[in-house]
């Protein structure tokens, strides 16, 4: 019985979860992982159906980059289909009527979930890009996933309010990261956001509450029109 009560509650929870909206993206944390700006409100997503590697795994810098080159401010369309145990909205997110889920799994940037969902393109896809050579498909040997990475990795945290010692690491080796550290030295706030989530410069956020800059930020708490 209470095996079907936690059921029926998980069913729930999922069902309230889905929905869909526009939104601007305003951070890109790893290949898989983005924020958008939703009426003001800044939402974690995670890509639904794929798992891109870490950013400190091997390849997990050029998965970012490929994610941030489609969608870094840019208007996107998200389909929410549940909330992940970080809290995080896992969804579809698609750029003039394209998948980029499916997109990052076609250019050989992310391994296909099948195991979480029962949509077999994705899992075409990934063939697809393994044939072609593409993206991590083209490192020599076979490529680790992301979860058995994570498993041979514990002290690396995906919690979306944490960053462990091999994820900072990881994010301070990012060619865009420059010596800026204080919040006069940012030129807009998604300069301030890159800083402080993909650099790990903890000094822009004072009171640690994950907005960097609360002066130059605060303009984004306007809603979008």
Known sequence: MRLLVLLLASVVFNFSAAEEFNAKVIAVMDGDTIMVLREGKRVKVRLANIDAPEKAQEFGMESRQALLG????????????AMD??????????????SVNAEQVRRGM??????????KAYLALQSEAQQAHRGLWAQPGSPM?????RKTHPSVDPSPHTKSPAVASSVARDPACGNKHRCA????CDEAYFYLQQCGVK????????VPCEDLCASAKRPLR
């Open 70 to 81: 489609m969608v870094q401010k840019r208007q996107v369309h998200v389909n929410s289909q």
């Open 85 to 98: 145990q970080y809290g995080r909205m896992v969804a579809e997110i698609s750029v003039d009527g394209r």
């Open 110 to 119: 992310a391994w296909e979930y099948s195991h979480y969902h029962s949509n």
């Open 145 to 149: 996933p992301p979860e058995q990475w």
């Open 185 to 188: 030295q940012m030129r807009s």
């Open 203 to 210: 000094s822009l956020d004072g009171n640690g509450d994950g």
